[in-house]
């Protein structure tokens, strides 16, 4: 379960949404921003800001007609559109129109993970920021001996009231439902996730709980049964952007791998983290510039 985050009942009248996504979308609401900030600003213009045929553009939005991942490419750039939306908008093109089988295969096996995916507010996601709930949506999909409260609790090595309160937390938002068939619990979707690069308190909470997990783990289980990896390095602040897509790709292709197992025996955590450790250092640019500025000052 793609658990990304970006206290006792749900919010009233709020529910959590399905993700769903066209690429035609995206084009479509950068063209309405364009024409709410100029009403004069045509299809024809905006197709010249694309550098797309303006006969082009109208048949791709009308569905007549696709977009090569490659220009795509440009035009993402051209949209302004963010890391995340920009590897939606691609992986949607190669899914529609790639003439590569295989990646075309793959990339509709990415989208089908997209729309699966339950999508949560802040709000919401306050409610469930403790890392045992969305560890909880997990164990369902475990062999277990019973859904017990007692059992869940044993497997996740907390409170069983921690577990009711869970619980009835997940079912308030809609996150998990009773089988028809045999009434056992499960989610109601296999992907949660929050909006990205958000700034809140409640996120941010998450994220130390689990780190803390993590540092729990490295006594706790053998080597045989984690893995603690770290790089170091040195690059261009101006490619962070680029680094965190890539990061989320490797994401999507870990859970296209291992997430849809049948014979899931054990719930784990797999957590990046990519951050700075030194401080932000003066380019020769800016020595220059300072340099100037204060021989500008000097009397």
């Known amino acids: 379960m793609r658990n990304t985050p970006s206290q006792n009942s749900a919010p009233s009248g709020s529910k959590p949404t399905k993700v769903d996504f066209d690429f035609r979308d995206l084009i479509q609401r950068e063209f309405a921003s364009r024409q709410g900030r100029n009403a004069k600003y045509s299809l024809r213009a905006f197709a010249r800001d694309l550098d797309l045929p303006a006969p082009k553009l109208s048949q791709i939005l009308k569905g007549t007609c696709g977009l090569s991942a490659e220009r795509g490419e440009s035009v993402a750039k051209r949209l302004g559109l963010t890391p995340g939306e920009k590897r939606l908008f691609i992986c949607c093109l190669e899914a529609n129109f ?47 001996p019973s859904q017990e409260p007692k059992v869940l609790a044993q497997v996740l090595n907390i409170d069983e009231a921690r577990v009711n309160e869970a619980l009835i937390r997940l079912e308030k938002l809609e996150l998990i439902e009773r089988s028809p068939e045999d009434g056992q619990w499960q989610a109601t979707s296999p992907h949660v996730q929050t909006t990205a690069d958000i700034p809140s308190r409640d996120i941010r909470e998450h994220h130390r709980q689990v780190l803390s997990k993590a540092s729990d783990a490295l006594d706790k289980f053998s080597v045989e049964e984690r893995d603690f990896s770290t790089l170091m390095m040195a690059f261009d602040e101006n490619d962070i952007a680029d680094a965190k897509a890539m990061l989320n790709e490797f994401k999507d292709r870990f859970e296209l791998r291992f997430a849809r197992q049948q014979n899931a025996d054990r719930v784990y955590a797999v957590a990046l983290q990519l951050f700075p450790l030194s401080q932000k250092s003066k380019t020769k640019r800016d020595e220059s510039l300072t340099n100037k500025s204060n021989q500008e000052e000097s009397p």
């Not at 509709?108 to 729309?115: E, F, P, S, V």
């Not at 949560?120 to 469930?128: A, P």
């Open 98 to 144: 790639s003439r590569n089988p295989a990646k075309r295969k793959k990339a509709q096996a990415r989208l089908a993970i997209q729309a699966a995916q339950i999508a949560l507010d802040l709000e919401q996601f306050k409610l469930v920021a403790d890392w045992h709930h969305l560890a909880l949506l997990e164990t369902f999909k475990l062999s277990l």
